[in-house]
């Protein structure tokens, strides 16, 4: 995110409208962190998701798979699933716009 801040700060110091330099500092950074999110939370609900699939498929185990396992990979996919969303939302700008450039306060 810092280094997509800082190729917008360098894009914009040779000019351009308020909205376009705005865009360029926080746009791009902001839905480069989104992504990044993005993919620890898929990464979070696809390693749930084989945890709890996995006794499904293969031979069946000698040991039953203990109990704290199945919470452990309920609890991922629950975040892996809000972490999906806020990424989402955030990448789409749903919770919250970019921030406008207004009026001039001396025109």
């Not at 360098?10 to 500092?25: D, F, N, R, V």
């Not at 991922?76 to 306060?105: E, H, K, N, Q, W």
């Amino acid at each position: 995110a810092e280094r997509e801040t800082l190729i917008g700060q360098i894009k914009t110091s040779g000019g351009g409208s308020a909205a376009q330099q705005i865009s360029e500092i926080y746009g791009d950074a902001w839905h480069t962190t989104a992504l990044v999110n993005g993919v620890f939370a898929l990464l979070a609900l696809l390693v749930g998701v084989v945890v709890l699939v996995r006794p499904a498929f293969g031979a069946p185990a000698d040991r039953p798979q203990p109990a704290w396992v199945r919470a452990v990979a309920l609890a991922g996919v629950a975040l892996g699933v809000l972490g999906v969303l806020i990424s989402a939302g955030m990448y789409f700008d749903l919770f919250a716009s970019l921030p406008s450039a207004g009026t001039p306060a001396g025109g």
